[in-house]
């Protein structure tokens, strides 16, 4: 599945980050929460164009290694915009990125971004050097998976694009001369016609006009139609990444108190926020199984990924404070049962841990954990298995 860096990044822009940043430049929340949602997308824009050449690529991947942007700094995002030292070391660590993405172009990106999100210039232009810092690191962290080298970083960088559309600013694209950014499947349909086109014209000009027979161009065009159709077969078949991503989309879910959050139909925070306001079903306890979050293997860690499921559901809790819930920790059957029951339980407080941090107070967070206790299915198969390592969320009180 191809790795999309505007969701993660945007998932470490809680409502406590979002508010400490509207402070830090003087804006309301609202305005600096559509800048930052102009700002990200922007800045992986720059980073894909960037990327979109051999040098680029290069140069980025010594800029990821002289920062140490190994997402370290994603362990407290709001320190980014509090004050004090972080902030402005961020401030200065950001100027220099922006210089080396924008170049003379960047005071130009600001007023462009003031004018998207109706904030002064300067606060735009604060806001897109503290920014700069949080996308690089969570960059850096999905190295790792990808591979360290210029062309898997470029290639990274190079799928950005599938998430891009609709997302930066309008007229930011022209303005900074984007044109190296790939259109992705228009242009395939745009090179497939002409592709017929070129072939119909070269076959049938290589003939005599007097002697060509009427059914000749029909035919000439099926078979090219044919040809391109099966290299898009082979195409489909080697790269099937961008279409199980498309499969999934992603919704804004409107919150209260204005905060607006981006994440895909079907996952657990769209079913949960959703829940929470319906009025239809007030049951209590509601049980929701996490998706999209993973541990390092017999460890408490998250994965860089799940970091941004934990912020969506931040978020939402931030939403409804009267909602108090319990995160219940399970494991598969492999390997002693005690030992098992501690990983859950520890893990479950791991993410409390997580959400406290990000504002949630810890009494309205419960934990438990059960080890291999009720499985959800079987455990002879991987994917039994698999199912049963899962973090559920039991709402108690709304």
Same mark, same amino acid.
Request: hydrophobic share 40%; glycine share 12%.
């Given at each position: 599945?191809a ?10 822009? =809680?409502?406590? $980050? ?8 003087? &804006?309301?929340?609202? /305005? ?5 949602? #102009? ?5 992986v824009? *720059? ?29 407290? $995002? ?12 961020a401030? @200065? ?17 600001? @007023?462009?971004?003031a004018?998207f ?14 920014? %700069? ?16 080298? %210029?062309?898997a ?5 190079? &799928? ?7 997302? $930066? ?13 790939? !259109?992705?499947l ?17 076959v049938t000009? /290589? ?19 044919? $040809? ?18 498309? *499969? ?24 949960? /926020? ?5 009025? !239809?079903? =007030? ?5 929701f ?34 909602? !108090? ?5 399970y494991?598969? @059957? ?13 893990? *479950? ?8 941090? #990000?504002?949630?107070? &810890?009494?309205r ?8 206790? @009720? ?5 002879? =198969?991987?994917?039994g ?6 973090? &559920? ?6």
């Open positions: 599945m790795i999309d860096l505007i969701d993660l990044a945007k998932g470490y822009l =809680t409502p406590n $980050v979002i508010q400490a940043a509207a402070t830090r430049v003087g &804006e309301s929340g609202e /305005a600096t929460q559509k800048a930052l949602a #102009g700002i990200v997308p922007t800045l824009g *720059a980073l894909a164009n960037t990327a979109s050449t051999g040098d680029g690529a290069q140069g980025l991947l010594r800029m990821l290694d002289a920062g140490k942007y190994d997402g370290g700094l994603l362990n407290n $995002v709001t320190s980014l915009f509090a004050g004090g030292t972080t902030t402005e070391g401030l @200065n660590t950001g100027k220099g990125i922006l210089n080396g993405l924008f170049g003379d172009k960047i005071g130009e990106v600001s @007023n462009l971004i004018r999100a109706g904030v002064r210039p300067e606060s735009a232009s604060s806001l897109l050097a503290l920014a %700069a810092p949080l996308v690089m690191n969570v960059l850096g962290t999905q190295r790792a998976s990808v591979g360290t080298g %210029a062309g970083l470029a290639t990274l960088l190079g &799928e950005q694009k599938n998430f891009l559309r609709g997302l $930066v600013p309008p007229g930011l694209g022209s303005m900074l001369g984007w044109s190296t950014l790939p !259109s992705g228009s242009n395939l349909a745009g090179s497939a016609t002409g592709a017929v086109s070129r072939t119909a014209d070269e000009s /290589a003939l005599p006009r007097a002697r060509r027979p009427r059914w000749l161009i029909p035919a000439v065009i099926i078979g090219a139609l044919i $040809v391109l159709f099966l290299a898009w077969l082979s195409s489909s078949t080697t790269s099937t990444a961008p279409v199980r991503q498309a *499969a999934r989309k992603i919704s804004e879910l409107q919150l209260p108190g204005g905060v607006k959050i981006s994440v895909p139909e079907g996952s657990f925070n769209f079913s949960l /926020a959703s829940w929470l306001a319906s009025t !239809s079903d =007030t049951t209590v306890p509601k049980r199984v996490f998706d999209d979050l993973n541990f390092e293997t017999g460890s408490t860690t998250l994965t860089p990924e799940s970091v941004g499921t934990v912020n969506s559901l931040v978020a939402v809790l931030t939403a409804y404070p009267a909602v !108090s819930v319990s995160l219940e920790g494991t598969d @059957n492999t390997g002693d049962a005690d030992a098992n029951k501690k990983l859950s339980l520890d893990r *479950a407080v791991a993410v409390k841990n997580i959400m406290t941090k #990000g504002g949630i107070d &810890e009494g967070i419960g934990t438990d954990g059960y080890g291999q206790e @009720n499985p959800i299915t079987s455990n002879d =198969t991987e994917q298995r698999a199912k049963n390592r899962r973090l &559920e969320l039991v709402v108690v009180k709304r």
